[in-house]
Structure formats: structure tokens, C-alpha cells
T-cell receptor, first 116, second 115 residues
Framework: DAGVTQSPTHLIKTRGQQVTLRCSPK?????VSWYQQALGQGPQFIFQ???????QRGNFPDRFSGHQFPNYSSELNVNALLLGDSALYLC???????????????FGSGTRLTVV | AQSVTQPDIHITVSEGASLELRCNYS??????LFWYVQSPGQGLQLLLK??????LVQGIKGFEAEFKRSQSSFNLRKPSVHWSDAAEYFC?????????????FGKGTKLSVIP
């Protein structure tokens, strides 16, 4: 039981469409990050949200955007889908102390996005 | 920029045999270090992590890892592999300290177990 909930589990979209993926972090975690895992690869960092703002971003185009809500849940939006966006998208919620030091990352089971 | 190298793409071992998965990292200071396991179509499960202190870290499912600063390595070991250990294993690093959140992963090592 990871404690991080992602929806939907699977999704098929057509090239050019837009998609929204959702993540609810583990209870007590207020920071969420998103990762893209292409087939046969390790996960790659997309961005991270804290206090409803994007705090860090990886090397992904502006077609990838996100949002964090007051209840700490988060959305990942991808516009103008390309075939290469097909991947497993993972959400991680981050445990940190009052001093801001990170002491844990918990991943959800992911959303499998297929672009056709 | 930090990077992680897992030199073995695929390893096959017999059930009951010992296992060592290699991980080397590149980072300016001592990072946080992690090993995750992923079964097909699933998310990532944390096996163990190193933040500081004792360089030999014990994890779940009988796994352990040793941080060697001089070699920039964090190899994962298990003395006796079970068939259920067949999965993909990822080593990851993150900057230590406050406000650092980005995990950098290696490309993974797929473990196959022969009964």
C-alpha cells in the first residue's frame, strides 16, 4: 500500500489531443513530483509542486504543465500529444521535516498513457 | 549535473544464489541514495535508502546496500535470491539537504531468476 493514488490507471489518446492525469499524495505529504517513464527506461523528473506552485522543473517542454490544489492533490496536463509521450507517468509524494529536509519519497502505481 | 549508471542491463541468477546489482553515481557531494524495485506494469517500491551514517544499509525483503564514497558506488546485494525477486531494479540519487527534491534514476537492471 503506497498511499499515493493516481488516476486513471490506463489511458489511450490520439495524437494532438490533451490529457490530464491526477495524483493524491500520501496523507501528511504536501509536496508532489511527477515523473515520466518510457518503456525500458528509468523515470525522468518532470516537475515538482509545493504550496500550489511549480518549484522545480526537469527538461520537459511547456506542453507539460501542472497544478496543485489546496488539499495537496495534483494534476499533470499534457497538450498536443505526440506519439513519444506514450509512457508510464508516476507521481511521488515527498515527506519532509519542518526544516525542509527531505526524508522520503513514495510513488504511486502510475498512469499508463498510450498515444496513437 | 547528477547522473546514475547501472552498468548491467539484464542479470540472470539461479534461485538461492547470491546477487549484486551495481550502481555508480556522479555528484559533487554525498547525495541521498535509493534503490527501488518495479514489477511489470507497477509503480516503484522503495527497497532501501541512504541519507547518512552507517554505510551498510538494510532494506526490505532481505536486501542490503553499501555506500562507498571513494568509488561513488551504492551496490545492492542479497545473499539468497527468491523467484519472487524477479523484477526491474532502479538506483536513484537526490541532492542532500533542504529544498532538494529531484530524483535522478539509472536506466535500471532487469533481474531474471531461474528456478
Amino acid at each position: 500500500d503506497a498511499g499515493v493514488t493516481q488516476s486513471p490507471t490506463h489511458l489511450i489518446k490520439t495524437r494532438g489531443q490533451q490529457v490530464t492525469l491526477r495524483c493524491s499524495p500520501k496523507s501528511g505529504h504536501d509536496t508532489v513530483s511527477w515523473y515520466q517513464q518510457a518503456l525500458g527506461q528509468g523515470p525522468q523528473f518532470i516537475f515538482q509542486y509545493y504550496e500550489e506552485e511549480e518549484r522545480q522543473r526537469g527538461n520537459f517542454p511547456d506542453r507539460f504543465s501542472g497544478h496543485q490544489f489546496p488539499n495537496y492533490s495534483s494534476e499533470l496536463n499534457v497538450n498536443a500529444l505526440l506519439l513519444g509521450d506514450s509512457a508510464l507517468y508516476l507521481c511521488a509524494s515527498i515527506a519532509q521535516g519542518e526544516n525542509g529536509w527531505v526524508y522520503g519519497y513514495t510513488f504511486g502505481s502510475g498512469t499508463r498513457l498510450t498515444v496513437v | 549535473a547528477q547522473s546514475v549508471t547501472q552498468p548491467d542491463i539484464h542479470i540472470t541468477v539461479s534461485e538461492g544464489a547470491s546477487l549484486e546489482l551495481r550502481c555508480n553515481y556522479s555528484y559533487g557531494a554525498t547525495p541521498y541514495l535509493f534503490w527501488y524495485v518495479q514489477s511489470p506494469g507497477q509503480g516503484l517500491q522503495l527497497l532501501l535508502k541512504y541519507f547518512s551514517g552507517d554505510t551498510l544499509v538494510q532494506g526490505i525483503k532481505g536486501f542490503e546496500a553499501e555506500f562507498k564514497r571513494s568509488q561513488s558506488s551504492f551496490n545492492l546485494r542479497k545473499p539468497s535470491v527468491h523467484w519472487s525477486d524477479a523484477a526491474e531494479y532502479f538506483c536513484a540519487v537526490a541532492p542532500s539537504g533542504a529544498g532538494s527534491y529531484q530524483l535522478t534514476f539509472g536506466k535500471g537492471t532487469k533481474l531474471s531468476v531461474i528456478p
